[in-house]
């Protein structure tokens, strides 16, 4: 257990008075040599004993997995896809949930020099084939028959495909048991033919328009993401306690964020456990059985948590008890940025620390004392609130083509709200119409099949090199922290002239426990409307408390008290910003949005044109005087 790193502060390039450019230092030297594919060999030789996977049984346990047994496995697999055929440099697809056979065959195909190309579970048919057809997957596994069968449908459109493979199956124990003539040596020399610059995987990114591109990352663009990360990071991936570190990851694997969190882990040699479902009951159980030290988390999970502890509390007759706690917590949150609280505030902490903080704690195992958020904005409410609960929360900001974080909340000088100072080794810059500019080893290669010349750089005032045009709006404090506000594509402007980024006013919407989805309307328009989606379980809380269980839901949405209450959650919002970027009028729909519609990506982001299309009407309903 080593000390924590010194704090690194970031070096400010300042123009016209203004932070225009951050750049932290990396911790770590890179890597000039060695892949991914060496993590679990080098854990087995340094540590066999050391506890790096836990695996859930059937009866609900979950059963320890150690470094060399974690080694053995993947060489085995790893023979096995080499005694299939399988060559160098071959793109090997998944197709699954995010399980303990997920990983391993990572790893696998890492040591046995393939590329490994995710596919989220939920992809339709259409989806699937593009990747793997646009990929050149030779082979792909799956996890369950429904997806055998979707893959299977598709077969005469890819004949480049040559395997497919069921986990449900047994098809991993198939591939070992088909691998055993294969020498162990052979595996070895596959793994020392890759180098940081071998080509790892090709994540395809979810894309809100077109065909979904893959992003090409390289063994090195993880090494120099996840040994920093871990680095600063200290007490989330170090055991600062008696207590190892551990996680429940429950993010999808086809996610960069997911994966990455996956091998920091077991680069950290921290105990790592997969929930394939975030069904609320089910996640919840497998928090309770795992019980994880810190959690990765997109914002949606934390605000079901949240909202799942505000309904219960006004079920049994104590919503405003929950909501003077949130208020309390909330003050408390501001205190890690210098304000220490006072007597009172320390007194209320202890009443109610048994009766909400602890309960929030043991929602999410009772173990967890950090939490890492990515994905999308958390913000300041939901920060500030986990915060003063207990739980230490760090956000993120980075994409796929940065082998996810590129910024993160520095462990000793948080500021909740922004997203951080850049990782170790990366730079920040806001171009002068306020697009954030990265640059880092971490940044990924180009697009698979695609002209480099044509990839998202830019060069910046005849400087050398060049920077990633990351498509988001941001800006940088004087302290160099950095605030995303928005997506450049996604700035709508009114026929005012006025410019409005739609993200700070949907992000607080979906903190609220009827709102589902969110999206902002006033591109060419006189004024800002928003259509409103409902969230099942927050609507079923709402209908028993207000006794409207019967009433239909095409109904329901014309309900003076709902549309009352939704009024107060958009008056709240519309405190954020200005008069002219208030949100004037709403319109509640009865139905979600979803990816099976074609209205969200499988990482839950809106596709707005999908939506302005499909609900026409509604938003010119929003115009009608």
Not at 110 to 139: E, N
Not at 550 to 563: H, I, K
Not at 609 to 621: F, L, N, T, V
């Amino acid at each position: 257990m080593g000390a924590a790193p010194q704090l690194v502060r970031p070096v400010k390039t300042v123009v016209d008075g203004v932070v225009r450019q951050v750049e932290v230092p990396p911790l770590v030297a890179p890597s000039v040599r060695g892949a991914l594919g060496d993590i679990p060999f080098d854990n087995a030789r340094e540590a066999p004993e050391a506890v790096v996977l836990a695996r859930k049984q059937p009866d609900g346990s979950w059963e320890d997995v150690t470094a060399a047994r974690f080694a053995a496995e993947v060489l085995a697999v790893a023979k096995g896809l080499i005694a299939e055929g399988l060559r160098p440099g071959d793109r090997l697809a998944i197709m699954a949930r995010t399980t303990y056979e997920w990983t391993l065959l990572d790893f696998a195909g890492w040591a046995a020099g393939l590329v490994t190309v995710p596919v989220y579970p939920t992809a339709s048919a259409h989806q699937a084939r593009w990747i793997i057809h646009d990929s050149g997957a030779v082979a792909c596994a799956v996890e369950d028959t429904a997806q055998a069968r979707l893959i299977s449908g598709e077969r005469a459109a890819l004949p480049g495909l040559v395997h497919l493979w069921e986990f449900d199956t047994g098809a991993l124990a198939r591939l070992v048991k088909a691998g055993e003539h294969i020498p162990d040596a052979l595996v070895h020399e596959r793994r020392a033919l890759c180098s940081p610059d071998t080509v790892a995987t090709l994540v395809y990114t979810s894309g809100t328009t077109g065909q979904p591109k893959g992003c090409v990352l390289t063994h090195g663009n993880f090494l120099a993401e996840v040994d920093n990360a871990v680095e600063l990071l200290h007490p989330v991936f170090r055991a600062v306690s008696k207590e190892p570190a551990s996680t429940l990851l429950f993010l999808p694997l086809a996610h960069v964020f997911g994966r990455m969190v996956a091998i920091g882990c077991l680069r950290a040699r921290v105990r790592l456990g997969h929930a394939p479902s975030i069904a609320t009951e089910d996640l919840l159980a497998d928090l309770a059985g795992f019980r994880p030290t810190f959690l990765l988390a997109i914002p949606y999970v934390l605000e079901k948590v949240y909202n799942t502890a505000r309904a219960t509390a006004e079920k049994m007759g104590r919503g405003s008890s929950f909501d003077r706690a949130a208020r309390i917590a909330r003050t408390l949150g501001e205190a890690v940025e210098g304000r220490a609280p006072g007597l009172g505030l320390r007194a209320a902490r202890a009443l109610y620390d048994p009766l909400v903080y602890r309960r929030i704690r043991t929602a999410l195992g009772g173990h967890v004392k950090y939490v890492i958020s990515g994905g999308s904005p958390l913000g300041r409410r939901l920060a500030t609130f986990y915060t003063g609960a207990g739980i230490e929360v760090f956000e993120g900001y980075g994409l796929t083509e940065t082998t996810g974080a590129s910024t993160v909340t520095p462990p000793q000088a948080p500021r909740l709200g922004t997203v951080g100072w850049p990782l170790p080794g990366t730079a920040v810059r806001i171009a002068d119409d306020g697009e954030v500019l990265l640059r880092g080893r971490h940044v990924f290669a180009g697009y698979w099949n695609s002209d480099p010349a044509h990839g998202p750089y830019v060069s910046y005032a005849g400087e050398p090199g060049l920077w990633l045009a990351t498509g988001d709006i941001g800006e940088l404090d004087a302290d160099g922290y950095l605030t995303i506000t928005g997506r450049k594509k996604d700035l709508i402007i009114t026929s005012g002239g006025k410019n409005v980024a739609p993200a700070p006013l949907e992000d607080w919407l979906r903190a609220h426990p009827l709102v589902g989805q969110c999206m902002v309307v006033g591109d060419n328009r006189p004024y800002i409307t928003a259509l409103i989606t409902l969230e099942p379980e927050g609507l079923a809380h709402w209908r028993r408390m207000r006794k409207r269980e019967q009433v239909p839901l095409r109904e329901l949405v014309r309900d003076e008290e709902l549309l009352a209450d939704l009024q107060r959650a958009v008056d709240e919002a519309n405190q954020l910003v200005s008069r002219a970027e208030s949100i004037r009028r709403f319109a509640v729909l009865p139905t979600d949005f979803t990816e099976a519609r074609g209205h969200l990506t499988p990482s839950l982001k809106l596709r707005r044109a999908a939506i302005a299309r499909d609900y026409e009407r509604e938003i010119e309903g929003l115009y009608r005087r």
